[in-house]
């Protein structure tokens, strides 16, 4: 091929259609929630807002790399084993069974409340683990459940303990957790501390969140050195040892 040739695949037009085909594979991915088994084609498209021609089209080409499954009886879809798997390596990456699913429990166990392990992705925080409270009302997030960072207290403390400047981080910084009523939902209030790793990188947040008007100020002050301690344990267990002079100090350079 001559340098003045420029072969299909190498095309910007090409390279356009990829991202765009990317893209849509993923939006079709996305359109599973936690409470469905199969859904159907029809459905599946309406949520990806595709074309059903489009969306079978892609289906079809994540099944052949096991992502999605079909149902023969009915030709509804769910998610492959090849999509668990991807989660099942994301969470191993923070050694979730054996590190912080166990710490979480003892949260929940000790406050009552849901307990979460947030990480942040970029401009967001996700929710990678999750332990549900005992009690009937609660605050529900799933597991994988996209929030803003500036709002709430995983968030709050993630930014702070990144480095992001201001007088309301560095007074997160110097307390070692931070108490959010109200922030991104008028009726859930948590509290939160960071989680680190080996040679200090900053691994995620641990919370404890629920209803407003069951976690009052003073409830929250008294639940705060507990989240603290236990984000403490659970930095021992992923990597350093850190002390409570470090966890109010210390933070994170990429």
């Keep these: 091929m ?31 929630r936690v409470e469905d088994s199969f859904i159907s084609l029809s459905e599946l498209s309406r949520r990806a807002q595709l074309h059903k021609t489009t969306a079978l089209r892609i289906a079809r080409t994540l099944a052949l ?5 079909q149902r023969p009886e009915d030709g509804a879809w769910r998610l492959g084993p090849a999509a668990g798997w991807l989660g099942a390596r994301y969470q191993a ?48 997030i799933r597991i994988g459940e996209a929030l803003p960072l500036d709002k709430g207290s995983p968030g709050k403390v993630l930014l702070a303990f990144s480095g992001e400047p201001g007088e309301v981080y560095e007074e ?20 939160a501390a960071p989680v680190f790793g080996t040679n ?4 995620g947040a641990l919370s404890v969140s629920g209803p407003a ?18 984000a403490s344990q659970l ?20």
């Design 93 to 140: 990456s923070y050694d979730v069974n054996n590190a912080i699913e166990p710490v979480l429990r003892e949260l929940t166990l000790k406050t009552k409340e849901s307990a979460s392990f947030f990480v942040r992705e970029g401009n967001i925080r996700t929710c990678l683990v999750r332990v549900e409270g005992p009690q009937a009302i609660r605050h529900h």
């Design 172 to 191: 997160i910084r110097r307390k070692g957790s931070y108490i959010s009523i109200g922030e991104r939902d008028s009726q859930i209030a948590s509290v």
């Design 235 to 254: 930095s021992y267990a992923m990597g350093d040892k850190p002390s409570a002079a470090h966890l109010k100090t210390a933070f994170w350079h990429p």
């Design 65 to 69: 790399n096991n992502y999605l499954v």
């Design 213 to 230: 008007v069951r976690l009052t100020r003073a409830k929250l002050d008294s639940i705060a050195q507990l989240v603290t301690s236990h």
């Design 2 to 32: 001559s340098k003045n040739q420029v072969t299909e695949a190498q095309s910007p037009l090409a390279q356009s259609e990829g991202v765009v085909a990317v893209s849509r594979a993923i939006n079709l991915l996305e359109a599973f």
């Design 200 to 203: 200090w990188r900053l691994l």
